[in-house]
């Protein structure tokens, strides 16, 4: 490699070009997750609490969606650039069936199993927990559903960045965000 290899200036522009948007749609998530986090703490304690707890276990089914679309924009940008319309459809649903899968066995844990997951964070023994437990239930089952809408939203960015669309997903998940979520948040909180 040659110092002019590593600094092609069309290829770092083509580079900004495609990241630019990919970066302002995770920042975005990151700045949304900010916000409610700072909503919940003025609910209390207990509510920050639990929000650790969801939190947690989020951030870490999250990874299933972001690595099927991370596979989804490799897959449907090859089979693009080999011109098989054909199989960019059929590796969008296939992506999307594993995702939804995946993710709605995770749900079902939330749903049917609350306090295995709970005790991980808090000795559900303890009486002074009872509250923390109570609300952390609830928002598990709320967070149970919410976890299929995200996974199919991470997803759909994959198969659409794998065409190329950056532009839009951003747009639409920044506007999803930040004149939907938040609002609603707010509102329930």
Not at 60 to 87: E, H, K, N
């Amino acid at each position: 490699f040659s110092a002019q290899q590593l600094w092609d200036w069309k290829e770092l522009k083509h580079l900004v070009i495609l990241g630019l948007p990919i970066t302002m749609q995770l920042s975005g998530e990151l700045l949304a997750f900010f916000f409610l986090n700072i909503m919940v703490g003025w609910l209390g304690v207990n509510a920050l609490a639990v929000q650790q707890i969801v939190w947690q276990c989020n951030l870490m089914v999250l990874m299933i969606p972001m690595g099927g679309a991370q596979a989804c924009t490799i897959l449907v940008a090859q089979a693009l650039g080999a011109g098989d319309t054909l199989a960019v459809k059929k590796i969008g649903l296939a992506g999307l069936l594993l995702i939804t899968s995946l993710i709605a066995m995770v749900s079902a844990l939330y749903l049917f199993k609350p306090y295995l997951i709970i005790g991980l964070f808090l000795n559900v023994q303890d009486a002074s927990n009872m509250q923390i437990m109570h609300l952390a239930v609830v928002i598990l089952a709320i967070a149970a559903f919410s976890q299929v809408a995200d996974g199919i939203r991470n997803l759909t960015l994959g198969v659409l960045r794998g065409i190329k669309d950056i532009w839009s997903p951003m747009w639409l998940n920044t506007c999803v965000l930040f004149l939907f979520s938040l609002p609603l948040a707010y509102i329930l909180g």
